[in-house]
């Protein structure tokens, strides 16, 4: 609960109070309800012709009701005020912590995990709050006034205590079996959210190899687990309600039971019809002592989901993010736009082997810097760990001539325009997609968008769509072909203006004279950036500065086209299954 309270403001804390005084006004008046009672029965039993008794008990039980339920609305709106508060600022710092996740704390979680923390969770915590608060205040309050005016009558009290006691130990019981049924619930869902992802973003593979059987038959296996599950913990929560309708009708019982005993064994009949009444009333008194009873039972059934909702969104928040930020944000005098690998190994988290090996290189401003190798030799990785998306093992990688782990992530991202290997679009505009990621805080103007886009390739297409640069872009970009993505994501890397460039395999869907353009725009227009490229093609990286061929996580050769095609089998291999034998040499 400490978690919750931290998110309290000075504003929530108020309404709190006022919450309590309005939730004390409601049980005090709802428990004038039956004081009310004593003046109905003595006349209906005295007999008399005077009704006028009757009607101003009526009257004041009709006005203790209204004001009664005016004050509900007023405490249940306070709490309610507190407790979306509460959930709005948790969903806040969930989604900043998710923010500042690297890649490695996101595949600790999963993808549907987080997702099912940000909102399923999230909602089995709010009502907890609202309804909780209303019963732990509520419930203590109601018995308090109902002991006080049930003092001195032993065996009436005894009954609402007997009752009270068998609720709460068959509530008790019924929760503990509930937890751990509630803990792997939660856990399917987020299989359920991952399968159900899984198929809606491979959509296009599932129909094309007629996958629907097998996502279907791991889609069911997963539903009747969390099906059996589900009924496995409702089983038990759901047995608190017979079991409550028992004990309230068996106090009901009890009450009128032994008031019946108690008036057929006294001879005076005043006496008869002072225990009448008092039996009446302190029905009225037991019965609502009972539901304050089963207020906090209701709870009681909020809690295990509670408990491990917030649990699991406790270790979003609690988490240690591994790529810590540094201070820096500039590099060292005389190193604008270098780029240096100085014996970098790298390994991921629970990985066996490196994943890179002792990898060591440099290039300065302005030049050209190919990656090129087979599947898996690294390449992805290495990109990965000058944007910092991973931390090196050992060893340094140096931008600017400063460690990377020295810099601010905002100054050092600020300085470099990235494009994914899989390209990816905001759901928005085109204009929202180009100008996404501001450099220096800064947005760009309508022309430089438009400049950028015609460096990427992407000008032709946009303004022959309906509204151009203001056309709608669905999410994730499924309105547009792989290769317009592709093209889109490359003006926004432009837009940036960076000082270095990063292209991951980002011409894969480009046709050779789109791609060959695009090359010759980026040297026109980007001569003064550091450009890395990660290719397949030999005939789109030989004219670079610097070439690394890469296998099994190694530089296996560098230098220029020339120089690999003489010195580096692995790159010599490459080339003699693109080029023709002339061309190789």
Not at 9 to 24: D, M, P
Not at 140 to 156: C, D, F, H, Q, Y
Not at 490 to 497: M, P, Y
């Amino acid at each position: 609960m400490k978690k919750i309270i931290s998110y309290m403001k000075s504003l929530e804390w108020a309404y709190l109070i006022i919450f309590l005084l309005f939730v004390y006004l409601q049980v005090a008046l709802s428990l004038k309800i039956p004081e009310c009672m004593t003046a109905i029965t003595d006349q209906l039993q005295n007999g008399g012709t005077d009704w006028t008794p009757v009607i101003v008990a009526t009257a004041k039980m009709l006005l203790f009701t209204v004001c009664s339920i005016g004050t509900a609305v007023v405490s249940g709106y306070c709490i309610s005020y507190v407790s979306a508060s509460i959930i709005m600022r948790m969903r806040r710092d969930v989604f900043r912590k998710l923010m500042s996740f690297g890649l490695a704390e996101i595949r600790s979680f999963s993808t549907s995990s987080l997702i099912t923390r940000c909102t399923s969770d999230m909602e089995q915590v709010r009502p907890f709050i609202r309804v909780g608060a209303q019963a732990l205040v509520q419930c203590p309050l109601t018995l308090i006034i109902v002991a006080s005016k049930m003092r001195g009558n032993e065996v009436w009290m005894g009954s609402v205590i007997v009752a009270g006691i068998f609720l709460f130990v068959t509530t008790f019981i019924l929760f503990s079996l509930s937890l751990s049924k509630t803990s792997r619930l939660q856990g399917l869902i987020d299989q359920i959210n991952r399968i159900t992802k899984e198929h809606l973003t491979g959509m296009r593979v599932v129909h094309a190899y007629n996958g629907y059987a097998l996502q279907a038959e791991q889609f069911a296996a997963v539903n009747d687990d969390l099906a059996d599950t589900g009924i496995s913990a409702n089983r038990f929560t759901g047995a608190i309600s017979p079991f409550f309708s028992f004990g309230m009708n068996g106090l009901t019982l009890a009450i009128y039971a032994f008031g019946s005993m108690m008036i057929y064994q006294l001879e005076d009949p005043a006496g008869k019809q002072i225990m009448f009444s008092q039996m009446v009333v302190f029905a009225s008194y037991a019965l609502q002592a009972f539901t304050a009873f089963a207020a906090i039972i209701i709870v009681i059934i909020m809690l295990p989901r509670f408990i491990i909702s917030l649990r699991r969104i406790t270790e979003v928040l609690d988490t240690e993010v591994s790529i810590r930020d540094g201070e820096a944000r500039e590099g060292i005098g005389g190193n604008v736009g270098k780029l240096e690998f100085r014996n970098v190994s790298f390994s991921y988290p629970g990985a066996s082997e490196s994943a890179l090996k002792d990898i060591s290189f440099s290039i300065e401003k302005g030049q050209t810097l190919a990656i090129i190798g087979p599947t898996g030799s690294g390449k992805t990785t290495l990109m990965n760990l000058i944007l910092r998306f991973y931390d090196v093992s050992t060893g340094a990688v140096l931008v600017d001539g400063r460690d990377v782990r020295d810099y601010n992530l905002w100054a050092l991202r600020d300085k470099i325009g990235y494009v994914p290997q899989k390209s990816f679009l905001f759901s928005g505009t085109i204009e929202s997609n180009i100008d996404y990621g501001y450099k220096s805080g800064l947005s760009n103007s309508l022309e430089e968008i438009r400049k950028a886009a015609e460096i990427g390739q992407s000008k032709d297409f946009i303004e022959k769509k309906t509204g151009t640069y203001q056309a709608r872009v669905e999410e994730g970009g499924s309105n547009f072909s792989g290769g317009q993505r592709q093209r889109l994501t490359i003006s926004r890397a432009v837009c940036r203006d960076p000082e270095f460039y990063l292209f991951d395999d980002s011409f894969s869907a480009l046709d050779f004279k789109t791609d060959a353009v695009l090359r010759k725009k980026l040297r026109e227009n980007a001569k003064d950036s550091t450009q890395i490229i990660v290719g397949q093609r030999i005939g789109s990286i030989m004219n670079a500065d610097l070439i690394l061929c890469m296998e099994g996580g190694k530089i296996v050769g560098q230098g220029r086209h020339e120089e690999l095609l003489e010195n580096c089998a692995v790159y010599r291999e490459i080339a003699q299954s693109q080029l023709s034998q002339s061309e190789v040499g």
